[in-house]
């Protein structure tokens, strides 16, 4: 891909997030969309190309009335929609189609009309399920517990990533906790799958959202800002929930993959990285990101966020929406990580960081399955 040849020109999430009772996954998907497409200033029938993962595209672009001559259904978990981003950038270049919506909606706490992938002929359901692997909580400590093994890392620096978190999303009105939180009051929550407390372990949310994307020779004929994308990079190494079949559970191979492409396609170094978004499901996730993108070596994050690095104020500003812990998080939190990004770029987030030019935003599939790195900037 070519570098800063695509921009996001809309982006929005869903109105309301948290509790969503009397709205189905696919009202969240709609709200989203329609949201995106009036921050950008557009019509349904200025979009010739969709995506969304697990639902239907098909399904979704009638229902806006849309009729895409691109179409995209690419579901890996949470990190689809920064797929999704990489694959409509490719699309557009190569003159598939001009304008992309990318969607995302989720009833993930109140289960409106849910999808559930994992019934009892997935991979999961016949080989990981009958053997108690039944929940991202007890599923995810497998590689925490390795890591803090051969780490040294220990339950006070995991709790820590929790309360860095907190600080951010307390600058956050739409985030769901917002209350400071001490490293002993995240230890003394409610013990869901040692080592994993209740508050190192994600929301459970409604909520959705949508961006916009179009050739970079016309954002600056948009309402917003534009943010332009310099690079990307995509990677798989299991099945969803293959976390135990991981060449190595601690050093993720598709983190540094998937990194290692975003960065060379947008051609930067790390010290260029202003802000930092990490697909934070658990409160160790951000640890293995921070590594396995090269900003700190193996072993190294628990002390970088101990020493304020990733607070307010640090040198490496990271999920300052409050994260997946802290501010929403429905299931597949990778497009809410995309909308933290746009809004520190174009100037608007609730926490800005100051003079924020360029932002990374990464998300995890399953259980370090797949990955997906963007690189944004607001210029070209």
């Known amino acids: 891909m070519k570098r800063s040849s695509v921009a996001i020109v809309g982006a929005a999430e869903s109105t309301r997030m948290g509790k969503i009772i009397d709205v ?77 919506l990318i969607v995302h909606g989720e009833s993930g706490r109140s289960r409106v009309g849910w999808f559930h992938p994992f019934g009892p002929a997935s991979l999961i359901g016949q080989f990981d399920m009958p053997y108690g692997m039944a929940g991202a909580p007890n599923i995810f400590t497998l590689p925490a517990l390795r890591y803090m093994q051969e780490f040294g890392v220990s339950e006070e620096d995991i709790a820590r990533v929790a309360v860095v978190q907190r600080e951010w999303a307390m600058g956050n009105p739409r985030a769901t906790l917002k209350d400071p939180v001490t490293v002993e009051e995240v230890l003394a929550s409610r013990m869901v799958a040692w080592p994993f407390r209740k508050l190192m372990c994600c929301l459970v949310t409604d909520g959705g959202g949508a961006i916009v994307l179009t050739k970079a020779e016309r954002a600056k004929d948009f309402p917003q800002p534009p943010v332009y994308l310099w690079g990307a990079g995509e990677a798989a190494e299991t099945s969803l929930t293959g976390i135990a079949w991981l060449e190595d559970p ?72 409050g994260g997946g812990l802290c501010y929403m998080h429905s299931g597949m939190y990778g497009m809410y990580a995309i909308q933290e990004s746009v809004r520190q770029l174009r100037g608007v987030a609730p926490a800005q960081v100051e003079n924020c030019e360029v932002s990374v935003a990464h998300g995890f599939g399953g259980f370090f399955s797949a990955c997906g790195t963007l690189v944004l900037g607001n210029s070209t």
């Open 24 to 100: 189905s996954e696919t009202g969240l998907q709609i709200d989203s969309a329609l949201n995106a497409l009036e921050d950008a200033g557009l019509k349904p029938g200025d979009i010739d190309g969709i995506a969304t993962a697990e639902a239907a595209p098909a399904d979704l672009a009638f229902l806006l009335g849309i009729k895409p001559r691109w179409i995209d259904g690419t579901s890996v978990g949470g990190a689809a929609f920064m797929l999704h981003v990489r694959h409509a950038a490719a699309a557009i270049e190569s003159g598939l189609c001009e304008t992309v």
């Open 250 to 321: 601690i050093r993720p191979g598709v983190i540094r993959e998937s990194g290692r492409l975003a960065f060379e396609s947008a051609g930067i170094n790390h010290s260029d990285v202003d802000h930092l978004m990490i697909y934070d499901a658990f409160a160790h996730t951000p640890l293995f990101g921070l590594e396995g993108l090269g900003f700190v070596d193996y072993g190294e994050a628990a002390s970088f966020v101990s020493d304020g690095h990733t607070r307010p104020g640090g040198s490496l500003p990271m999920n300052t929406n």
